[in-house]
């Protein structure tokens, strides 16, 4: 990073921030239903090495994609599609907010895959409000700036997505998942037991229209609520559900299925991973991949592969698919003596099933997003 802003600017970088991308563990398409949700930021990131300007232009070299971003905080305007729209909507975000910005220049590199159900997206964005927030000397209020990033991300790029993402970039903690209550914004650390292994597993499919996929289950999670005079989904209880489910068109009735056992289901995972209770929190994440297949409708053949042949391995407690779905990443909790075991043979059955290579990560939980000064 360093060396790569040196050569560009000729002069050494006076800040370098990152900030991680997440895994979910549990809690999938709960978040903008209200509810809760178990990610935790991983051990890859987003690293912007950068120095002030005395102007108000930013200007931003992506080593990955070798192309250089730049605007006028005077003049913020729309782009094509592309990354470079995730930092301008971080500024037009922090702007709204009434803060007062200063350019800056630098570089920026990613250790997140695109597209992959990891947050790529999310770790850009809280990076570039680190790194707006060391040159004009902002105060760093990690959910404030998860707030401001999904703001960016829905009315800037246009994206609907809920807050799971920003938030855990933004508040991860070292060695915890985060229990995220999605109405309060109140954040647990939950422990993750030394004895188990968080593996990210690739399948290196990614699904194009997935935000218009998304927006409908948004818009179908919304009719269900109505049904039952909600205004979302978090209030539903089992009792209204088993009384009123028959009045609803049967595509409305899995999704709200989905979303109320979800939740229970997060609950419960929290519980036994306080307790150590790996084969039940394993259990729960098959479960909700069979809830996200069958009822929400948001997994692959990819995907469904991927999470069959993780979780038959030994010492596998349980996988499932992560983040929005229609491709990208699976994620298994596995015992810590067999994950470098598991990894190679899981590559290896994937490739013979469908004859995609894919990619297994082992991650560790890490902390949230942060400025170091150089
Ligand atoms: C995407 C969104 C999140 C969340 C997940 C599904 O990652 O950005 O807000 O809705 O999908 O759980």
């Not at 709960?30 to 987003?46: C, E, F, K, Q």
């Not at 068109?249 to 790996?278: G, K």
């Not at 297949?293 to 499932?320: H, K, N, T, Y």
């Amino acid at each position: 990073m360093e060396r790569g802003f040196a050569a560009r600017f000729r002069q050494p970088a006076e800040w370098i921030v990152h900030a991680p991308g997440r895994v979910n563990l549990i809690g999938e398409h709960t978040d903008y239903n209200d509810g809760y949700v178990l990610p935790m930021a991983i051990d890859r990131a987003v690293w912007i090495a950068l120095r002030p300007r005395a102007d108000q232009l930013v200007r931003l070299e992506s080593l990955d994609f070798h192309e250089t971003l730049e605007f006028d905080l005077q003049a913020l305007g729309h782009g094509g599609p592309g990354w470079g729209e995730y930092p301008k909507g971080i500024a037009w975000a922090l702007q709204q907010s009434g803060r007062r910005l200063r350019g800056w220049e630098g570089v920026i590199s990613g250790e997140v895959p695109l597209g992959a159900g990891l947050s790529s997206s999310a770790a850009v964005e809280l990076a570039t409000a680190r790194a707006f927030a060391a040159v004009a000397d902002l105060e760093w209020d990690p959910p404030a700036m998860a707030q401001l990033a999904q703001r960016a991300e829905n009315e800037w790029v246009g994206v609907a997505c809920g807050i799971m993402d920003q938030l855990t970039s933004a508040c991860g903690l070292a060695d915890h998942a985060l229990r995220i209550d999605c109405r309060s914004l109140e954040i647990e650390p939950v422990p993750l037991p030394e004895s188990a292994s968080v593996l990210v597993l690739d399948t290196g499919t990614r699904r194009d229209l997935v935000s218009s996929a998304y927006n409908q289950r948004r818009e179908e999670c919304r009719t269900g609520a109505q049904a039952f005079g909600l205004t979302s989904l978090r209030d539903l209880t089992e009792e209204a559900f088993a009384a009123g489910q028959g009045r609803l068109e049967p595509v409305i009735r899995r999704r709200v299925r989905h979303v109320l056992n979800e939740n229970a289901r997060t609950l419960r995972a929290v519980q036994a991973l306080r307790q150590r209770e790996l084969e039940l929190a394993g259990r729960l994440m098959v479960q909700s991949h069979a809830s996200l297949r069958d009822d929400f409708e948001v997994s692959s053949p990819a995907l469904d592969a991927m999470v069959e042949i993780a979780a038959a391995q030994p010492g596998c407690w349980g996988a499932r698919m992560t983040g929005g779905g229609f491709g990208g990443c699976a994620v298994a909790l596995v015992d810590r003596e067999a994950a470098g075991a598991a990894g190679p043979r899981i590559t290896a059955a994937f490739r013979e099933r469908t004859g995609i290579q894919a990619a297994v990560y082992i991650c560790r939980a890490a902390g949230g997003a942060e400025a170091m000064h150089v």
